[in-house]
């Protein structure tokens, strides 16, 4: 039997201080989201970093929890069982980066029963800060896996984003069409990340399914960020 892993960054367990604090303290202890040195860095994140942080985003916690549990975690595990019933002949799960389920027990689970495992986390665009911890994790298990490493090009992903994207546009005159990326450190950028350039090719290639949209309307942007990358889009 064939085994898919879906896999998304993480949430807390519950949007309570500790919890999050839980949760922060994995996710910025992870040398592929923050490259600075553990000696340098974990005095910080420690110190007054998770002190402060810690309950503030809780109470953001707080207000985006829904009765089923983390948005994150309930709207992935709908995500797997929808691909399960379209694949009923994978065995289809669900892990988080951050927090649980986790990677590691996830694949051994699915390794009991599935002769081939693929992996595949749930971010379009490659980077070392989304997947660079999912892949190091899933190599921590020895369980072989074929890992997708981004699918920001596939034409039916683009064909779904260019309708939702000239959907929403039709609704009203729209001064400005705004592709927002989450944002990397700008350092990974200059060490080759392939980030900003998938993330430009995912706008580019949205655009080329919607000929109507005015290209002078339309920016890239990487908004909360270490990156403030505009890049140009092709007429």
């Not at 953001?60 to 709908?78: A, D, M, N």
């Not at 074929?146 to 929403?168: K, R």
């Not at 990340?193 to 995912?202: G, L, S, V």
Request: aromatic share 10%; charged share 15%; proline share 9%.
């Amino acid at each position: 039997m064939n085994g898919l892993l879906l896999v998304n960054l993480g949430s807390p367990a519950s949007p309570t201080t500790a919890d999050v604090h839980t949760y922060l303290q994995q996710f910025l202890s992870d040398r592929n989201v923050i490259e600075m040195s553990p000696a340098l860095w974990q005095p910080l994140l420690r110190g007054i970093i998770l002190p402060t942080r810690s309950w503030r985003s809780a109470t953001f916690y707080q207000h985006i929890w829904t009765k089923e549990g983390s948005p994150l975690v309930v709207y992935t595990q709908r995500i797997a069982q929808q691909v399960q019933r379209r694949w009923p002949d994978w065995q289809v799960a669900y892990a988080m980066t951050y927090g649980q389920p986790a990677i590691g027990p996830a694949l051994e689970k699915l390794a009991t029963t599935c002769d081939h495992i693929v992996l595949l986390p749930l971010f379009p665009q490659y980077t070392q800060s989304t997947h660079g911890g999912i892949l190091q994790q899933a190599a921590a298990t020895n369980i072989p896996v074929t890992a997708v490493h981004h699918f920001y090009d596939e034409p039916s992903y683009l064909d779904i984003l260019a309708d939702q994207v000239g959907q929403a546009y039709q609704q009203a005159d729209y001064d400005t069409v705004l592709f927002s990326y989450h944002s990397i450190p700008s350092a990974m950028v200059k060490h080759g990340d392939p980030y900003p350039t998938e993330c430009q090719a995912t706008t580019q290639g949205v655009l080329d399914r919607l000929p109507d949209l005015p290209r002078e309307k339309v920016q890239t942007v990487y908004p909360v960020s270490y990156t403030h990358l505009t890049l140009p889009t092709k007429a």
